[in-house]
């Protein structure tokens, strides 16, 4: 053997030791390495239970009420609930009801919010009551719809304020007498808009997405006082993630009632009646304007007519 064909030899020899220490060598390190990200996933996996055993430990197991809570509408009328056991009333803020000062002689009453303790606050559950009077001079029956349209508009101005509302469904109207009721549904997802000025800013809590669905219920109220003579309206809304087997929204809800002397749906007026016809067939502003037109030019032809009328000689 040439010392050229041993020289081969011995490097080949080296090559074949040095894969045979290498090869399993870099085989541990990607076991190593897969192993890691098995634990990283585990972890995450872990991290992931624990935060849902911590959301867990909150949710409630039973519809549980607190105490009664009554709130003054009027002098010998209040309006009682019970809010969910364990939340807590934050401190009021002013009423903002859009188109509230274009109505003569109304007045926002209060606004009060009750929240769920939570470690994330785009995920508590939340509550609030606004309620509001006007004069019950220019009332009149049917009236009732409309209002309870314009409540629904502030009860989304309400909720967007905590949740992004995906649909907000009104129900039927609901007469008891004196009272009319109407309830409302809405789903949408954690996370609403905060006013910053003039601006709405959008707060989400996008850790756990597979807790984001909401839902919301609620309910409007009206009723008419005995002294002074006016109409009361009264709307509460309560939000809570929607993956909850026990909902403590709508039983809180349900507990809303009125307390004390009501006076009975008033007659409807004039003013009224000519409100409502003209919502319900805005045709018929047309014809009264042409009408009092007419009215006014016949006036005036009877007066030019009088003026100018010779006097007549004695």
């Not at 996370?191 to 669905?213: C, F, H, M, S, Y």
């Not at 909401?214 to 009361?232: E, I, K, M, S, Y």
């Amino acid at each position: 053997m040439s010392a050229r064909t041993a020289l081969v030899h011995g490097t080949m020899a080296s090559l074949l030791v040095a894969s045979a220490t290498v090869l399993p060598a870099l085989a541990f390190a990607q076991q190593d390495a897969s192993a890691d990200a098995f634990d990283a996933e585990v972890a995450m996996d872990t991290a992931s239970d624990a935060l849902e055993s911590a959301d867990a430990e909150q949710e409630p197991t039973a519809a549980t009420l607190g105490p009664e809570t009554s709130l003054v509408i009027s002098e010998g009328v209040n309006l009682r609930f019970s809010p969910p056991e364990g939340w807590m009333s934050v401190e009021s803020k002013p009423v903002d009801i859009p188109d509230l000062d274009k109505i003569p002689g109304a007045q926002a009453l209060f606004k009060h919010t009750w929240t769920a303790p939570h470690r994330r606050k785009a995920m508590a559950p939340r509550m609030s009551v606004v309620c509001a009077t006007a004069p019950s001079d220019s009332w009149t029956r049917g009236l009732e719809s409309r209002v309870f349209e314009h409540l629904t508009s502030v009860a989304h101005n309400e909720l967007s304020e905590w949740m992004s509302v995906d649909s907000l469904q009104s129900g039927p109207i609901d007469s008891t007498s004196p009272l009319f009721f109407q309830s409302f549904e809405a789903k949408g997802r954690a996370g609403g808009q905060r006013k910053t000025g003039a601006l709405r800013v959008l707060e989400e809590d996008a850790i756990d997405n597979k807790r984001a669905p909401f839902v919301g219920v609620g309910r409007h109220t009206l009723g008419f006082l005995a002294n002074p003579d006016r109409v009361f309206v009264c709307s509460m809304a309560c939000i809570e993630p929607a993956w909850r087997e026990t909902a403590i929204c709508p039983t809180s809800v349900a507990s809303l009632h009125i307390d004390g002397a009501l006076a009975p749906e008033p007659s409807s007026s004039t003013l009224g009646r000519l409100a409502i016809g003209i919502q319900r067939r805005p045709s018929a502003l047309v014809g009264m304007a042409a009408g009092l037109l007419l009215a006014f030019v016949g006036t005036l032809a009877v007066l030019r007519g009088s003026l100018l009328r010779p006097a007549s000689k004695s």
